[in-house]
């Protein structure tokens, strides 16, 4: 009984995984449907145009930010439901949100293979100027996505993937 529970919790969370994987770029009615169906807010519509237009491009699927909002949902409703069920509460102990989030992220990340060998074998040369740069400019950064914050915009949490953690980088 107790171990089923925890099956039902995990092809739930993978279901939602799904959904979010097999949308449309930015999100879809069919995955709007499925927010709904958990009481999530989609992001505004001023949100996901600046997300679409920032530097963390997506190749696919729904925002990070509404697949956390969806697994905080599932989440909370097994947590309601665990007393006396330890092997329910041992499952959701071990789940942790900032991983899975990021773990989605990797999956709709365009292929950047070879970009990122260019990058690296010029990093170098490039060094000393953001070195510079660096120096005039702090940036905050997501430390869970690396996603930068935007100082115009207000909000406490990372509006691409969610997480509540920002840290101080060049
Ligand atoms: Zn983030």
Redesign the pocket.
């Known amino acids: 009984m107790s171990e089923n529970t925890v099956t039902v919790f995990s092809a739930e969370i993978e279901k939602a995984f799904q959904s979010a994987f097999h949308s449309e770029r930015g999100g879809d009615d069919k995955w709007r449907a499925v927010m709904e169906s958990y009481g999530v807010l989609p992001l505004s519509p001023k949100d996901r145009e600046s997300l679409l237009n920032s530097e963390m491009k997506i190749a696919r699927g729904a925002f990070p930010i509404e697949l956390r909002r969806v697994y905080e949902q599932i989440f909370g409703k097994y947590a309601a439901l665990s007393g006396g069920n330890t092997e329910l509460q041992n499952a959701l102990k071990s789940f942790s949100m900032e991983n899975r989030v990021i773990e989605y992220y990797q999956k709709i990340k365009p292929f950047s293979g070879l970009g990122d060998i260019f990058k690296n074998a010029s990093s170098s040369q490039t060094k000393y100027s953001q070195g510079l740069r660096a120096a005039k400019q702090l940036t905050i950064k997501?430390k869970?996505?690396?996603?930068p914050r935007l100082e115009e915009m207000q909000y406490d949490n990372?509006l691409?993937?969610?997480?509540p953690l920002f840290v101080k980088s060049e």
């Open positions: 997501c869970s996505c690396g996603a990372c691409f993937c969610g997480s």
